[in-house]
Nanobody, 125 residues
């Protein structure tokens, strides 16, 4: 019943922008912390950004700070990852994930129980 559906991935040139969406069904995102992770070929799952449901506080990996922004649209029950000034090293499969409301958010994959299917982002000329 609970489901996360990701969209928005694709091919983009370096310096371009992309917005990933994560639509939730079967539950209300307002009650959950949400995070974006990514996994490049041959590498582990890396935390990109997270947002705490308790106070709306956000965190970003140093590699994306200043370029990516996480946001939530309560009316659409959807979370977004706005990706600006993308770089080739941003190429990866991106996943959204949620966990029951915590006081603060963490970018630790094992803390999250619900996951989207992943969407491929490829940054190339």
């Amino acid at each position: 019943q609970a489901q996360l559906v990701e969209s928005g991935g694709g091919l983009v040139q370096p310096g371009g922008s992309l917005r990933l969406s994560c639509a939730a069904s079967g539950f209300t995102l307002d009650d959950y912390d949400i995070a974006w992770f990514r996994q490049a070929p041959g590498k582990g799952r890396e935390g990109v950004s997270c947002r705490a449901s308790s106070d709306g506080g956000t965190k970003y990996a140093d590699s994306v700070k200043g370029r990516f922004t996480i946001s939530r649209d309560d009316a659409k029950n959807t979370v977004y990852l706005q990706m600006n000034d993308v770089k080739p090293e941003d190429t990866a499969v991106y996943y959204c994930a949620t966990r029951r409301r915590g006081r603060i958010c963490f970018m630790t994959p094992t803390l999250y129980g619900y996951w989207g299917q992943g969407t491929q982002v490829t940054v190339s000329s």
